[in-house]
């Protein structure tokens, strides 16, 4: 008999499902369970159509279902393995279905990949604070390399991508592979030897860091101060293409441009044919246009500097000057026609006076002239006369000789 009997209470009567739900809400209350990690070796592990991963994670005694749902699974740089050593992180509740207490996981760390992720953090908070990954120190892109340098495996597929994507979008470029192994102790020492060597004996205009995909251990070359160091000091600017898009590494942050793949970054380093393409027709229209209306202008100026020319011309001041010519010649006859005209008019004055005045006329009006015969000077006084002297006088209708007789 139960205690609750003993004080005559009746105990409660769940449902399966009621029950499930009580001990989901129970677990997910719990702040602890709602962000682990839980560590152990991968068991029944299910990769169905639908794109979930379902496994479970042990130990020596006992094993915790786990389900990771399709876009988590995306993001993994490879699927886990069954006897491999683990760690899932998520959040802990119930399938109410089924009753089955399992881990939502959202992130798996391979074995060995926490220790790694800690000196991670450390190398990349120490070179960070040297500011080698100041935004402001990287440099800007060339719009039209005409020399790339590739550091990368020699027999990878990272280096058949790029060479892909250069052949179809950008011809143009000199691709200069300076190889290096990307992986295993030896490559952070020859990752740098490579990157000096290609930016001494190439001179290239932009530098490709690339390699395919692997675990963090693959990777971890990349999260080297030494290549950090060679990525700053390089001389032509450095684009990483480093495994995958979900992968992050050092490199990355120290490069100028970081691409999430080996293709990408061929494709951020150089510009697409096609573009190029179309922005060269945009340019010979505008060069068009621009001919068009500079020719129309010059045939413009041209019509008005022939019309310039035609009115300073030689011959045009020839004309200018036989029309003034002419102009001055009849100005100059009016002008002596109108002298003439007034000095024959003050003629007929003159003449009109003389008439008036003349001796012809004094003397019809019955005067005469009485000149001295013997000198023939005009006698005007009786004092020029004697008696006995010869005169002759003249009057209007003829002349006739005198003797003074006495005075």
């Not at 389900?67 to 393995?81: D, F, N, Q, S």
């Not at 802990?92 to 391979?110: C, H, M, N, P």
């Not at 027709?281 to 060069?287: D, F, G, P, Y």
Request: with cysteine.
């Amino acid at each position: 008999m139960s205690v609750l009997s003993l004080f005559g209470l009746q105990s409660a009567i769940w449902s399966p499902s009621q029950l499930n739900r009580h001990i989901r809400q129970v677990i997910e209350s719990d702040y602890r369970l709602s962000d682990l990690w839980l560590a152990g070796e991968v068991a029944n592990l299910s990769h169905p159509a639908s794109g979930h991963l379902y496994f479970s994670v042990r130990d020596s005694e006992a094993a915790v279902r786990c389900v990771m749902w399709r876009p988590e699974v995306a993001r993994l740089r490879r699927l886990p393995r069954d006897g491999e050593a683990v760690e899932a992180h998520g959040h802990l509740s119930v399938y109410e279905a089924g009753g089955q207490v399992q881990l939502y996981a959202d992130q798996i760390r391979f074995a060995g990949e926490g220790e790694l992720y800690q000196e991670f953090l450390r190398l990349k908070a120490a070179l960070e604070a040297e500011g080698l990954f100041d935004s402001d120190r990287k440099r800007t892109l060339p719009a039209w390399p005409r020399r790339i340098g590739v550091v990368s495996s020699p027999t990878g597929a990272a280096l058949r991508d790029v060479a892909n994507v250069l052949s179809r979008r950008y011809p143009l470029a000199e691709l200069i592979l300076s190889p290096t192994p990307v992986q295993g102790e030896a490559a952070p020492a020859a990752i740098v030897e490579a990157l000096r060597a290609v930016n001494g004996y190439s001179r290239p205009d932009v530098i490709l860091l690339v390699r395919g995909g692997g675990s963090m251990e693959d990777l971890w070359a990349f999260n080297t101060e030494g290549v950090v160091r060679a990525i700053v000091d390089s001389n032509a600017p450095v684009v990483t293409g480093i495994g995958h898009e979900t992968d992050v590494n050092l490199a990355d942050f120290a490069a100028d441009r970081q691409a999430p793949t080996p293709s990408a970054a061929a494709e951020i380093a150089t510009p697409d044919r096609a573009e190029l393409a179309a922005e060269l027709t945009q340019i010979r229209q505008r060069l068009a246009r621009a001919w068009r209306q500079q020719r129309e202008t010059l045939h413009s100026q041209l019509a008005e500097q022939r019309v310039a020319l035609g009115l300073g011309s030689p011959q045009a001041r020839i004309a200018n000057a036989r029309q003034r010519s002419d102009d001055l010649a009849r100005r100059l006859v009016a002008a002596v026609r109108h002298e003439l005209a007034l000095r024959q008019a003050a003629l007929r004055g003159l003449i009109q006076t003389l008439s008036a005045v003349g001796p012809e006329t004094v003397l019809a009006r019955g005067y005469a002239v009485v000149r001295r015969l013997a000198d023939g000077e005009v006698v005007r006084s009786i004092a020029q006369v004697t008696a006995g002297d010869s005169l002759g006088v003249r009057v209007s209708d003829g002349s006739f000789g005198a003797r003074v007789e006495g005075n």
